[in-house]
């Protein structure tokens, strides 16, 4: 590993020597990143091989108190934020320090994993001089790492103090504890407090931020049909059942919203037949028909996702437009429930890319161009980008996230602390 971490030091070093707009203190940043590298590194693959699946909740707390002892190191008063027990999930891991000083800083990481416990474990493994595996190295205990990493540099030359930093890993970004108003109010208020959001969920590419996420809600149709013998289907009397008309309806979706651009709508389950019985708490459904029966009742879930919050609310107004279309002797109704909005793009989060952007030139890395809102999923940041300016994608880069095949790039992540040590610093002073 000492051979993988000096051969990192040295494309840091190398890429110092060909930067010509870093004032004094930068430098010496950089320095105080190459120096503690190995201790970087070697935490990485601490919490890495420790599995916090969302409901291990025990693994959670555990990488929580991991962070909690490296965070007291260097002036951050530390807490476990508690959920109530109906949510079933461990919490969430708080870092403050106060000041006066500079943009308020709230940076936002997550404990948790989807490799649960019952899964196959992977330990933090390394592959070549550029890639690792582990169960969460890239996302995201590897931008978790980056953010401590980044203030350990600033600490280390005194520019944390008269600061305020609010560092905030959930517990659950995976799969939040419902309801959100519950398991993200306290995440939200701190959150209000700070002039400029963070969010270190792995980049896009070297080269990427992000300024926009799209959000991500459900919904669920409902479809009644006549139920008689097939022989009559398409009749006046008898009409044409519940899946056609849950095929009727799917298809005009498709065919009236599919080009709008950032728009998706995913119907993930369908559920038909004579009898149907659904389980929303599960997701899991059951049918009854037969080939000689029109079916009576089709169940079908889905998700709905968007760029903006005009967008979701015009998209579901047509979608209901086109539920009330029904066929012969059919009838529908489509109900909707909010999951996580949406990360628009506003020119204060375009802004704090042009600072990252400069940095990067600066670094002779090249630049950082605004990514495509269509490539990324949800994520906790979200929930705050109406109150504060923004910027996501900051943190470690590699490839298979969410499978067992999950890499980071160890060639790349040096750099990229870097970076965001930099971006903070200019944030902050």
């Known amino acids: 590993m000492k051979k993988l971490v000096f051969t990192a030091l040295a494309c840091l070093m190398l890429t110092s020597v060909f930067s010509q707009k870093l004032s004094t203190t930068e430098e010496d940043l950089i320095k105080s990143v190459e120096k503690n590298y190995e201790k970087t590194f070697k935490l990485l693959e601490e919490v890495v091989n420790i599995n916090s699946g969302t409901l291990n909740k025990e693994g959670v707390k555990q990488v929580g108190d991991i962070f909690k002892r490296e965070f007291e190191k260097i002036g951050f008063a530390t807490e476990w934020v508690s959920l109530p027990d109906s949510l079933n999930r461990a919490g969430h891991f708080v870092a403050t320090r106060k000041g006066t000083k500079g943009k308020k800083l709230f940076l936002i990481g997550h404990l948790d994993t989807v490799f649960e416990k019952s899964m196959e474990f992977s330990p933090f493994t390394i592959i070549s001089d550029s890639i690792a595996t582990g169960q969460g190295a890239n996302d995201m205990k590897g931008g978790d790492v980056m953010i401590l990493a980044s203030l350990q ?8 103090d008269d600061r305020h930093i609010t560092v905030y890993f959930t517990g659950d970004e995976e799969s939040s504890g419902k309801p959100t108003s519950i398991s993200r109010a306290d995440f ?29 809600s459900g919904w669920t149709l409902v479809v009644t049909g006549k139920q008689a013998h097939s022989s009559g289907v398409f009749s006046q009397n008898v009409g044409y059942g519940s899946i056609y008309e849950a095929a009727r309806i799917l298809n005009t979706f498709r065919e009236t919203l599919s080009k709008e651009k950032y728009l998706t709508f995913n119907p993930g389950q369908i559920v038909g037949g004579s009898f149907v019985n659904y389980d929303e708490t599960e997701a899991k459904g059951i049918s009854l028909g037969k080939t000689n029966i029109v079916a009576k009742r089709t169940i079908v879930t889905g998700d709905l996702r968007f760029l903006t919050e ?43 890319m042009k600072v990252l952007n400069q940095i990067s030139l600066d670094l002779g890395m090249g630049p950082v161009k605004e990514g495509d809102p269509g490539s990324r999923g949800a994520g906790d940041i979200s929930y705050v980008s109406q109150y504060l300016d923004c910027l996501d994608g900051l943190g470690s880069s590699g490839s298979g996230a969410h499978t067992p095949a999950e890499t980071i790039n160890i060639k790349e992540y040096p750099k990229l602390i870097k970076r965001s040590t930099l971006l903070m610093y200019r944030l902050l002073k």
């Open 188 to 216: 939200i208020e701190r959150a209000k407090e700070c002039d400029i959001a963070l969010a270190y969920e792995t980049t896009a590419g070297f080269g990427i931020a992000t300024t926009a996420r799209r959000g991500a």
């Open 310 to 352: 005009d967008q979701k609310i015009n998209a579901r107004k047509k979608m209901v437009e086109i539920t009330k279309k029904s066929l012969n002797q059919t009838s529908a109704h489509i109900k909707f429930s909010d999951g996580i909005p949406s990360m628009p793009p506003t020119e204060g989060n375009r802004n704090i």
């Open 153 to 160: 540099a600033l600490n280390e030359y005194n520019l944390l």
